[in-house]
């Protein structure tokens, strides 16, 4: 037996078999009320493949069950009483998802172990497919929409995109890239004025971005700190974003303020939970005061604008919340860490929630506020599942049906909704009195929104929206340089937010009379639903904004949030259409993970999901690229690694993030390492690989997909290399780097 002890002094037990050396269990600690805590149970077969994950949750037992063909690919993933199912060609790609006798997706491959040529999914019309076709270099060169060419891709004599059509756009749009002598990307342009220019420092390393958008030309800059972390941030309003680190470069204070003499500050400040022995190197990164606040530059009294006070369990939950006014919210869980209880001492209501064993909400119940014992139901939820080949999809809500086209995209919802498809794509919702449809680019990010006639046109950078255009009104959207959102310009006024500790956007500030004031004010329950929006600016400005909880792109005609690849309901707490059938490969071990309509893995607390394909801890939102950096730098000092400046450089920025994700999943992890399974990476593959999702729906899943065959050869060519390089996580990493860029040296080049 082997174990853990987090910096609190809280035990996690680990068992693993002394013959096999797989891990059989894990235990992790009891609750406060000395009940059980987490209890995960693992079984295999003769090849050691993993056979079963299950977990006691009460008096449930929570588990799923896999099965594998001869050649020891996953075939079947047995999940709350149905069956996935995923078949192979003879080369080993997967090519057939169901969830019962469902098709969820089928793709078709050309000879010969070739390209991806289709991806087909069941919509109520009928089906819907993603064509793709190539040059002689597997390079895509056009995609297609049931057979009408939709995108055009061309490349420059160094292999650069250099240009993409959008002929689903009247009149086409064409968008061209520009690349230094480095092949830095130094500018995009579309046909319609809309520009992004990069620039770089004498490391190469972005520190600047300049847009041009509805004839306005803003720009944004930023600096690196000591150890990479995050420096000033120049913001295109003119003010600046400031950071403060202790001593352990834990981030303690930002501030936001305008580099001229006598303006005021806001700020937000953190302090962290203290650890029963610090003098044992032992740290935490769990917040314990999150404050927002207000202070004149001459250095007078902080005026307090809202403050957030936190506790954790033993799993490191939160467990409670105490805001500036004395309210409290306290949260429980069950052993899966699913949320089961919250008392909200502000609204005056506790409520509870109930699951059933594959992680789906069955009803929730209302109560009069207390920690205590709760008294009679106050109102309740109901959650019907009645679909029994697939038994995950929700066909009722509070006595109201939903129906689904053939891959679980709603096509008649709760409270009178009515949405369209295609493939997975929302294109039209009929929604509380207002019809509203939606257009997307080439890599699946909503570029336009029509809602009663008004249009929304949205100019984004990698899944980010800059700016937005509503008839003649315009917004720019400002980021920190981890791409967190941090306020919005209206007009010539700029307005920043406040948040609290997990992101959730709790108040608009604005300068009157020298100090920053509240506006706005939001509150929410604990899945997101807005409650009450307040304040003098509560029906202009709180209703323009649209980020809101978790700082996710809230859309007012339906009430869902927009996070990129689906949609996201807060009042039923789940995502209205399921995750790509992909992801269950990656689904191996997570006893909730399978659940491909689940929220957060019914932890809304502490989780967020800001592209719809992974749950993360909330604090990690904008940061986690960072934390992800700092790991690869510390493999570097360790002598494990060494690669150019170049991914680096692209994940400090905030709008080239994504293009350094790609490098790292698309380019790094190759397709075979799906089915590699050891327990000691669960985590890690799980995270890779969700990650890897979003690659998978914005490019391959659009026809990006020439890379697949090069790892593949690659793989075969070097597979010595890659068994020894799975030794050590240094070898895992710079394995992986070399077969990003085929030169099998501990280097990559970009």
Known sequence: ???????????????????????????????????????????????????????????????????????????????????????????????????????????????????????????????????????????????????????????????????????????????????????????????????????????????????????????????YGNDNLKGVTNLSTGDVVSHAYD??????????????????????????????DSSNNRTSSLIADYTNATAPSDGGTATELSQYNYTYDNNENIRTVTDQDGNETRYTYDQLNQLVRVDDQKNSVSTTYSYDGGGNITGTSSHAYTTGTLGASTGSTSYAYGDSDWKDLLTGYNGQGITYDGIGNPLTYRNGMSFTWEGRELVSAVANNHHASYTYDDSGIRTQKVVDGTITDYFTENGRILAQRSGDDVMWFQYDSDGTPVGFTSGDDAYYYTKNAQGDITGIAGVDNGEYRLLVEYDYDVWGK?????????????????????????????????????????????????????????????????????YCENNPVMNSDPDGYLSIPAWIVGTSLDVLFLALNSAMMAGY??????????????????????????????????????????????????????????????????????????????????????????????????MADGNWDGYVTV
Request: proline share 3%; charged share 20%; glycine share 10%.
């Open 641 to 738: 690694l060494s690669f150019s400046g170049t991914i680096y450089a692209l994940a400090r920025n905030p709008f080239t993030k994504k293009l350094a994700i790609n490098l790292i999943t698309d380019k790094v992890i190759p397709v075979f390492v799906r089915g590699f399974y050891n327990p000691a990476l669960t985590l890690m593959r799980k995270v890779m690989w969700r990650i890897a999702g979003v690659t998978f729906q914005l490019g391959k899943g659009k026809g990006i997909d020439f890379l697949v065959n090069s790892l593949k050869n690659g793989a075969m060519n070097h597979l010595a290399s890659f068994v020894t390089s799975m030794l050590s996580w240094g070898g895992i990493i710079s394995m992986a780097f070399d």
């Open 247 to 276: 001593s352990l470069n834990r981030e303690i204070e930002t501030s936001i303020h305008s580099p001229a003499p006598l303006m005021p500050y806001l700020t937000a400040q953190r302090t962290y939970v203290s650890v029963p």
């Open 1 to 223: 037996m082997a174990s853990s002890t987090d910096e609190r002094g809280k035990a996690t037990a680990y068992n693993v078999n002394s013959t096999t050396g797989l891990l059989t269990s894990v235990e992790g600690p009891q609750k406060e009320d000395g009940t059980d805590g987490t209890q995960i149970t693992y079984s295999y077969d003769s090849l050691k493949q993993l056979t079963g994950v299950s977990a006691a949750n009460g008096s449930q037992t929570v588990q799923n069950r896999y099965g594998y063909d001869a050649a020891g690919r996953l075939t079947q993933i047995t999940h709350n009483g149905f069956n996935y199912t995923i078949d192979h060609d003879g080369y080993g790609n997967a090519t057939i998802f169901n969830a019962g006798s469902r098709n969820l997706l089928t793709k078709i491959f050309a000879s010969g172990n070739g390209n991806l040529l289709s991806l087909k999914y069941k919509n109520n019309s009928g089906d819907f497919v993603w064509g793709y076709n190539y040059d002689s270099q597997d390079r895509v060169t056009s995609v297609t929409k049931n057979g009408a060419t939709a995108y055009l891709y061309l490349y420059d004599a160094r292999g650069n995109l250099a240009k993409v059509t959008d002929q689903t756009v009247y009149g086409g749009l064409t968008t061209t890239y520009s690349y230094d002598p480095s092949n830095y990307l130094i500018k995009r342009e579309s046909s319609s004025g809309d520009t992004i220019e990069y620039s770089y420092d004498d490391k190469n390393r972005p520190n600047g971005e300049s847009y041009v958008f509805d004839d306005q030309n803003v720009s944004t800059g930023y600096t």
């Open 530 to 598: 807005l409650l009450s929006t307040t304040g003098e600016k509560a029906d202009t400005l709180g209703v323009q904004n649209p980020f809101r909880y978790r700082s996710y792109y809230y859309d007012n005609e339906t009430g869902l949030y927009y996070l990129n690849s689906r949609y996201y309901d807060p009042q039923t707490g789940r995502f209205i259409s399921a995750d790509d059938a992909e992801t269950l490969q990656s689904s191996q071990g997570d006893v909730l993970g399978t659940n491909l309509f689940a």
